[in-house]
């Protein structure tokens, strides 16, 4: 069945002719929540699934014990080279005509392409005063709450924000849950990793610090790989803003390869974590590996998807995967948790193990695939969303 979003909308700039698009997929009190991506060949189909991901997101995340609010599901997308030189006029001006929208009911921040830092530095410029002032009116204390997200977003923990590694925490919690529920140790445990922005940089640094092994990662330039392990953090350190690493950083028993390479590693797990549609029915036969977990959004068609279950692959949605993120945004704003690393992490780890593990148990269960689980789980808790705060399409 085909389900309408509530809004969908394409906009184009006046100066350049590149195309952008919001899709609000449903609004819980009237706001609704989801990241502004800038990628080239964004399409709104993308955008309206991305949308209709985030729904479910939120769902997945109600507890009626939290403070934390579950708000509709919305996407924003951008067809555009974040390395164009264009491409912070365009994102301003997208921002200025979507204004009312933000102002009103969609609460942003940084998706694929874009930083949190300079998505807030756009939006005071197309002059909002925040991306996600529309959900100010559901706190019960706007001043103290801004505060603690200010608060939150200014720890630094070895140098690298807060914002910046909740996410991939939340991320290697779900693998390390997956492989506890296997038996499996963490000690020899191979993963290769597609990205190393901010969430496949932060997942590679979680994992390695857990004990498991980075095999290979791949950015825009190719795969970086070593057998006996790559050094995450020399490598973390040699990165750019985009994430695309420094290759004059690598060690002698480092070998670069191609851009697909780092999905026939030999690995145990894959964590694509870069771009939508990374797996598909053209590549998905090079992949090895027994576990796969989704750390970017839509990272394997469903068509793949389909093929390696047959195959005896185990695939993590994103949907699940990489929520920590926005959770977090909101678990800090409405009061669940403090402004510090240690709640953050402790809160993320706690809060996606036991979610990972619903999942599985409820795969199990059923018969079905871990996507389908969370999708029944989202169905399951959308009523009570709806009888407590009200649901509009």
Known sequence: M?????????????????????????LVRGVCSGGLRMRPGCTLDEVAGL????????????????????????KGGIDCDPRDPEAYGVLVRYLRAMRPY???????????GLAQDLVDRAAAEAGLVSTIQAVYPLLDDEGSARRRLADAFAVQVDGIGLDELVGGCGVAESVLTALDRTGTPYAGTRVAVQGLGTMGGATAR???????????????????????GLDVEALLAARDAHGTIDRTALRPTDHETSADAWLAAEADVLVPAAVSYAIDTTN??????????EAANMPVLPEAEETLTS?????????????????????????????????????????MRALVDLMLTRAEADGTTPRAAA????ADRLPAITDRFGWHR
């Not at 999708?375 to 989202?378: N, R």
């Open 102 to 112: 933000v102002e009103s009911f969609w609460t942003t921040g940084e998706d694929l």
């Open 284 to 293: 998905h036969h090079l992949v090895t590996a027994p576990l796969i977990v």
């Open 311 to 351: 195959r005896g692959v185990t695939v993590l949605p994103d949907v699940v995967v990489n929520s920590g993120t926005n959770a977090w945004w909101w678990w800090t704003l409405f009061g669940d948790i403090g402004p510090t690393a240690d709640e953050a992490f402790a809160h993320t780890r706690r809060s």
């Open 206 to 228: 979680f994992l390695a610090r857990a004990g498991l092994t980075v095999v290979a990662v791949a950015d825009i330039k190719g795969t970086v790989a070593n057998p006996a």
């Open 51 to 74: 949308a209709r991901g985030m729904t479910m997101k939120e769902a997945l995340h109600y507890s009626p014990e939290s403070r934390y609010v579950p708000l509709g599901g919305a």
């Open 375 to 378: 999708h029944a789980i989202a």
């Open 2 to 26: 085909t389900i309408t979003p509530f809004m969908s909308l394409t906009w184009t700039d006046h100066l350049t002719g590149r195309r952008g698009f919001l899709v609000v997929d449903r």
